[in-house]
């Protein structure tokens, strides 16, 4: 396909590429319709790619039937080159149909399993479909959906939650939206998230942490001081199963959106957080998930409760330590304000030396020789300052690091 010349005007001009479902919009310009719907739904952009001009109706774009038959007419007179014949695309669905389709569900709830089939396929389908399903309030169907097979224990329940959570992840909701789930009382958002999270299958588990990620980003301060024990205890699950990439960062980065709120720092750790963020990092090298471990970690050991658990773990310290100067600058710097928070407050003598023994001072006085941010530096010279005493002549610092201790 590559070797053969593509007439000009059968190609995108937003892909370059062979056009399948070719469609015109008001200035009179075609282009395949996912890629101007992409342009237009996705990128929120409202003007045409290719005059510039601004498109005042971005539902306005009409099928080209006459270009689309000779792209399939030129497709099979090169078929012997090897070139497939695009098929004849379905005609787009309208906000009428996909209305009836929820009021059916709605009134026949034996129905409600094949609907919501109905409207994953068409949410795959491009992104105008999900603005029609957006427009005709699929969000709230599928919210409600969640909510009411929440508090019913059957087995199909759980098959329509998580039917539903898949479709209302892929139509990855505005923050708007997300407010207005997360603040209407009878739809008991984070609630239904929280049930698909506890007892779903992996992928819908996935979705449901994703989805509680972007709801408490949204979310009132009462909501984010009220959350439970359990919630940690399920996002530790999500982050120990490695269900995937995607939900293992929304993992971490929701812990990091808690954390800071009321009392969600001793629930954390009540939780299980730090024995298992410090068991990842055993086994972490990737650069944001070891940041986002050691900003939560760092986060932790602003209570008493979390510098405890993170001493009574034997890797600990020397993780944190570790870690520092081998990620980033900003990993660099959490490690060593986890160190300084231990050595401010929890630093009795075994602690000392422990610090001396996994080679955390070594690493501190290399800090201080190597390229560190001011704050950073500053930062590893007073906890060094802190247990002169015991550390500045010790055998354990490799004489050329010796130099560099304040």
């Known amino acids: 396909m590559d070797e053969i010349d593509v007439p000009s005007h059968f190609l995108c001009p937003i892909s370059l590429q062979l056009m399948r479902d070719p469609v015109t919009v008001c200035t009179g310009i075609t282009y395949d319709r996912e890629n101007i719907e992409r342009w237009l739904f996705s990128c929120k952009n409202k003007t045409c790619p290719v005059t510039k001009q601004p498109l005042l109706d971005t539902d306005l774009i009409t099928p080209n039937h006459t270009l689309r038959r000779l792209i399939q007419s030129w497709c099979t007179l090169n078929a012997s080159l090897g070139v497939e014949r695009i098929p004849t695309p379905k005609p787009p669905i309208d906000r009428t149909q996909i209305v009836k389709l929820l009021s059916e569900a709605k009134r026949f709830p034996d129905k409600q399993l094949k ?75 984070i609630e239904s998230l929280f049930h698909v999270l506890r007892l779903g299958n992996y992928q819908s588990r996935a979705y449901a942490t994703m989805l509680l990620k972007s709801a408490f980003g949204v979310a009132d301060p009462i909501q984010l001081i009220s959350v439970k024990t359990i919630l940690f205890e399920e996002i530790m699950r999500v982050l120990r199963d490695q269900i995937s990439q995607q939900a293992s960062k929304a993992a971490l980065k929701l812990i990091v959106e808690l954390c800071p709120w009321g009392r969600n720092r001793i629930k954390a750790v009540e939780g299980g957080v730090v024995s298992v ?58 490690g060593v304000r986890i160190l300084a928070s231990i050595c401010r407050y929890s630093a009795n003598s075994r602690v000392v030396h422990e610090m001396l023994q996994v080679g955390a001072v070594s690493k501190l006085c290399l800090v201080l020789q190597v390229d560190s941010s001011f704050k950073t530096k500053e930062r590893a010279k007073e906890i060094l300052k802190l247990h002169s005493a015991v550390w500045k002549n010790s055998p354990c610092i490799p004489v050329p690091l010796l130099s560099s201790y304040p």
């Open 277 to 334: 963020l410090i068991e990842l990092l055993l086994d972490t090298s990737e650069r944001r998930a070891c940041e986002l471990m050691l900003i939560a970690l760092d986060q932790l050991c602003g209570c008493a409760e979390g510098r405890a658990e993170l001493l009574n773990h034997g890797a600990g310290v020397a993780i944190v330590s570790k870690k520092i100067l081998r990620i980033s600058h900003a990993a660099s710097d959490r």
């Open 115 to 189: 609907c919501l089939r109905r409207l994953r396929s068409i949410a795959f389908e491009g992104e105008r479909n999900k603005n029609c399903l957006e427009s005709a309030g699929a969000i709230d169907f599928l919210a409600s959906t969640m909510k009411n097979n929440s508090i019913n224990t059957q087995q199909d329940s759980a098959v329509l939650s998580e039917a539903a959570i898949e479709v209302l992840f892929h139509l990855n909701p505005s923050e708007a939206q997300l407010k207005n789930l997360v603040n209407n009382e009878s739809i008991q958002f």
